[in-house]
Structures are given as C-alpha cells and as structure tokens.
C-alpha cells in the first residue's frame, strides 16, 4: 500500500525536487503541493495523506509550525514530518511542542528523507542525526530549563520587539510578558534583554536573523 505525502514548502524548485525524488520510491505517491502554511492545512483536510512534509518558513500567513498544529486538529489527521534548513534548538523545540512525529534536515541524504517517510507513515519518530544529537545533548547537559513558551519570547526579542509587541503578537499582557522575561534572565544568568538574546543565541536556543 502507497504512502500517501503531501509536500509543504514555499520554493517551487524545492518541492519538484521532492516530487522528482519521492517518485522513484514505488510505495511513496505524492497526492499533493502546497506552498503555505494555510494550503498545506487545507489540502491535508481534503486529501487525508498519511504524511505531510512541513518546511517551517514560508511568506505571509502562518508559519509550519502553526500549520502543524492545525494539521494534527484536523479529524483523522495525517501524521506531521518537518524538513527544513533550520536546525536552532527553538526551531526543534517548537516543532516537537506543536507535535511533530519527526524533524529532518534538507542537506541529508535521500535515503534519510525516505525512511523518515516511511517512519513517519507508521507513527514512529524520524530525526536527522544532526537533530538527534541536539536532543541527546539536551538530555544530558540540559542547562537552563527554558520552556516553549520562553523560547518563543527569546526569539521574539532577538526580533527587536518591545513588551508591547510581544504582548500583542502572543495574546498575553504586559505584565505577563514582564513575569517570562523575569523568568528566562533568571535561567540565563542575566539582567539584560541584550544579555539574553546573546546567551541564547550562543547556547543555540534560539535562530539569530542572518
């Protein structure tokens, strides 16, 4: 039996690639494109494939990671795969958070991206080993004990946004916004919006904007 995939991903170049690659895979059919978050969700409504493949970035509207939530609220919902560029630990721990059953890296190998299909198809985690290793090494040394939630607002103040924005872009107050960032200067050792961006980005929990 095929393994129904829908490939999410905002570079058309990208996702013919996907299609040329999966199309030598006699049990991988590519039912559908999407080229945004909002497509993507929508045509996993309509098509019910066994795997979506969500890059994480795309232009205006949502990112992957909201599609992935809004794909896994959908009635028998398909199961989620990110493949992407983005490897930071915020990016990681956002997609695991929204609940992806895997999380591989376009600069692997195929055979990578097609296991990882196939892993994903019966409900088994698929990470690249670069992803892995992170994951380990949190495990292990996990240093500050950031929530998604602090993450989140760490990448947001890399941004540059004030409590202001970040109270409006999160749906939360102020105040709240003041309560987290007490919080994370805690975990990170510093008194600082700037010190914490710096310690995060160098600790690789957040995506600095290149």
């Known amino acids: 039996m095929n393994i129904r995939v829908l490939i999410a991903d905002d570079h058309l170049v990208v996702r013919a690639g996907l299609r040329a690659l999966l199309s030598g895979e006699g049990d991988l059919e590519v039912v559908a494109e999407a080229s945004g978050g909002e497509e993507a969700v929508r045509q996993a409504g309509l098509l019910r494939p066994d795997v979506v493949l ?21 009635p028998e919902p398909a199961r989620v795969l990110v493949l992407t560029t983005y490897d930071s630990d915020a990016d990681i721990a956002r997609a695991v958070e929204a609940g992806a059953t895997g999380y591989l890296l376009k600069a692997g190998p195929p055979d990578e991206l097609f296991q ?3 892993s994903a198809a019966r409900g088994e985690t698929a990470l690249s080993p670069a992803v892995a290793t992170k994951l380990m090494r949190r495990v292990r040394d996990p240093g500050p004990s950031l929530s998604p939630r602090e993450i989140e607002i760490l990448q947001l103040l890399a941004s540059g946004l004030s409590n202001r924005e970040l109270a409006k872009r999160l749906f939360i107050s102020e105040a709240t916004v003041k309560t987290h960032l007490v919080h994370i200067y805690g975990k990170l050792g510093v008194d600082t919006r700037t010190a914490a961006v710096t310690v995060a980005a160098e600790r690789r929990l957040i995506r600095l904007a290149e």
């Open 116 to 118: 990882g299909i196939r």
């Open 54 to 74: 969500m890059d994480l970035r795309f232009g205006p509207g949502i990112d992957g990671v909201e599609a992935t939530r809004r794909v896994l609220a959908l």
